[in-house]
């Protein structure tokens, strides 16, 4: 009878142990990982009014940085960011709103009013695209350097060395994703896919369905 | 025969439910963050010394962003906290809360330390520069800003009222939403506690 019992209990471990092993193998479930919280920040943007972290929770965003004299076509920062928000409508969001924010790493020259015109210069829709930046040089190094972790540098020729680098943030202010130079900057179709993998999250993990969404997390089944 | 293969399909069924029940991943109250790089390591001074972060590697450091003036939320997460640790007993000799002053017009490291006090005699205070405050305060997800209040409060400061916890090696691991009741940290730190 021990003997019987026992080899129950080997069973069931090993049982439990296989399901381990299939789901991490087979992914049933993708997530993205939490990788750190977004910084805070309170930045002036195009129409000279406050845009702050606090404005953003609640919705994903979608930050990219960049100075207005960049020369075109600047690694092609804004085609990608029009790509993204002219196809949202493949992604199914329930609601869930994206806003699309690109912070200039040139204060100095980067007014209000600069910013303005080039959001009108590239036909961006700034309903939901703003441009900001903020006039606090060192707290701006802290938000994109430290924050975004994004390397930027002025060269003092009036060009910056810069990596022009995508972060995807969901509504609690956790970064998502990052999309650098070195792996790929232009790819809507990646980052698209990403805000479905993120919707669908915030869609279905409540109840037992949150268990699901968490092993997920536990076992690194990242989505690519 | 048919009894006992009956019963060994039930009695591997039980094994399987109680075995998912009891080696099931813990469901965390608070938000898990995976972070690849230790939280930033910062320096502010407290009634006693400068503490850093660092300083406290090996314990959890629960990190509060609040101000002795606020009126509601710190208090109430604060509370909570020293209840949480109550409710720990010893083990909470490996917790330490920190609360970071967005105040430090007002918040002396004295008036920080008789302020927490009041919550738990662990608890430390801490303040600094505005620009190392900002800082600090940037990188980890607070925003905060002076507003208007009455004669009797003076100014308030409008803040993100999230609770964080640092683990043993110092990584950022849990966010709490203000709101976390005393049980949810309980069973949250209980869990990390046995990590």
Known sequence: MNKFILNGIYGVLGLLMVSAFAFKIFQPIQVLPRMQLSPAFDLTDQSNERLTSEDLRGQFVLYTFTYTNCPAPCFNINETMQEVQSRLDE?????????????????????????????????????????????????????????????????????????????????????????????????????????????????????????????????????? | ??????????????????????????TFHGTVIQSPEPSYDFTLTSANDDISLSDYRGKLVLIYFGYTFCPDICPATLANVGQSLKELGTKADDVQLIMISLDPERDTPEKLAEYVAHFHPSFIGVTGSQEDLAKIAALYGIFYEKTDGSDNTGYLINHTATLLVIDREGYLKLVFPFGVTVPEIVDDLKYMLRQ
């Open chain 1, 91 to 224: 992604v199914q969001l329930d609601g869930i709103n994206v806003s699309f924010v690109t912070i200039s790493i040139d204060p100095e020259r980067d007014t209000p009013e600069v910013l303005n015109d080039y959001a009108k210069g590239i036909g961006a829709d700034t309903s939901k695209w703003r441009f900001a930046t903020t006039t606090n040089k060192s707290l701006l190094k802290t938000i994109i350097g430290s924050g975004f972790e994004t390397y930027y540098e002025d060269k003092g020729n009036g060009s910056f060395a810069f990596d022009p680098a995508f972060v995807l943030v969901d509504g609690w202010g956790i970064v998502r994703s990052e999309y650098r130079y070195s792996t790929e900057v232009s790819n809507a179709d990646r980052i698209l896919r990403h805000l479905g993998v993120v919707a669908e999250e915030a869609r279905n993990s409540v109840g037992t369905g949150k268990l699901a969404y968490e092993a997920a997390h536990l076992f690194l089944c990242y989505a690519p």
């Open chain 2, 1 to 26: 025969m048919k009894i006992k293969i009956l019963l060994s399909i039930l009695a591997v069924t039980l094994g399987l439910a109680a075995g998912l029940y009891f080696f099931r991943p813990h």
